[in-house]
């Protein structure tokens, strides 16, 4: 599920050892923004400590945002963080699919040197003009980019755009084409974050705007959002449908230990990760 995706600042101890206790769909451990320059190594070694702590039936799965490509501290932060306990990280700031390769390529050459089994997803987020015109492409760059993030504010400052948030006139077209371009590519898109902390009425007129663009969920900065998105953003009948399909196709196979690997469902190959996604999926459906 990518209904929601709960960023906790990377820096502050007290907030990453609660969080573990939250429930949104995707739990990311920020190393970029929410941490200032001189705390980013700290930072780092939280994050770390943290991740070695993770339990293997964790609440969410746990991603990473790390800071952007051109920084110069990407490869410190993929030394301190990639292990088995890390399902994906967040790439901020992209504006081609030549930058995803270059991560993943760092990623992947890691991996590799662990003897790491799992694959770390990539969720890439847009947050330029450049971002924007070259989404699809971003999304399409490879088989680990999994989602793509519309991060609002700093398009708009790269934009050049003083205005609020809920001004969207300023916003609609890279809001309305980032989903697009993610359907293409065969994976979904996460709205920006609604900054209006305790404002939960007007989260939920956006949320709905977000939903209405083909968004499959947003980007959050507080617990308290996570139930009114999880409303908003609840299983379609349509992935509910796919979800009974999955789970009737494969469930003698998982369950009862009779593994057939892969399997062909409506003209597509599904597998245990899917029969995951569809339990997921009907579990939110009950909700």
Not at 163 to 171: G, T
Request: proline content about 4%.
């Amino acid at each position: 599920m990518f209904r929601s995706l709960l960023f906790i600042p990377g820096n502050n101890e007290r907030f990453l050892k609660k969080s573990t206790n939250l429930h949104p769909d995707i739990l990311c451990f920020d190393l970029e923004d929410s941490v200032p320059s001189n705390e980013k190594e700290a930072a780092r070694r939280l994050v770390a400590a943290q991740l070695a702590s993770q339990e293997e039936d964790k609440l969410s799965p746990i991603y990473v945002r790390i800071n952007s490509v051109d920084s110069g501290m990407i490869d410190g932060d993929l030394e301190s963080i990639i292990g088995n306990k890390l399902d994906g990280i967040v790439l901020p700031k992209i504006g081609t699919s030549k930058e995803v390769m270059q991560v993943i390529d760092k990623i992947h050459m890691i991996a590799s040197k662990r003897k790491l089994t799992s694959r770390i997803q990539i969720i890439p987020s847009i947050e330029t003009a450049k971002g924007v015109v070259n989404a699809n492409s971003i999304a399409s760059a490879h088989e680990d980019v999994v989602a793509l993030v519309f991060g609002v504010f700093d398009y708009l400052y790269d934009m050049d755009i003083d205005s609020e948030y809920d001004e969207s006139i300023s916003y609609n077209y890279a809001r309305s084409k980032i989903p697009v371009d993610a359907k293409a590519a065969g994976i979904v898109a996460l709205d920006g974050i609604w900054q209006k902390v305790s404002d939960l009425d007007g989260l939920a007129m956006d949320a709905t705007v977000a939903k209405n663009l083909g968004y499959s969920g947003k980007t959050l900065i507080h617990p308290s959002h996570i139930n009114p998105v999880h409303y908003i953003f609840r299983p379609t009948k349509k992935q509910i449908e796919w979800a009974k399909k999955v789970l009737a196709s494969l469930q003698d196979s998982i369950e009862k230990g009779n593994p057939k690997g892969a399997i062909l469902l409506d003209g597509k190959m599904i597998d245990a990760v899917h029969y995951k996604q569809a339990k997921a999926v009907l579990k939110a459906a009950n909700q």
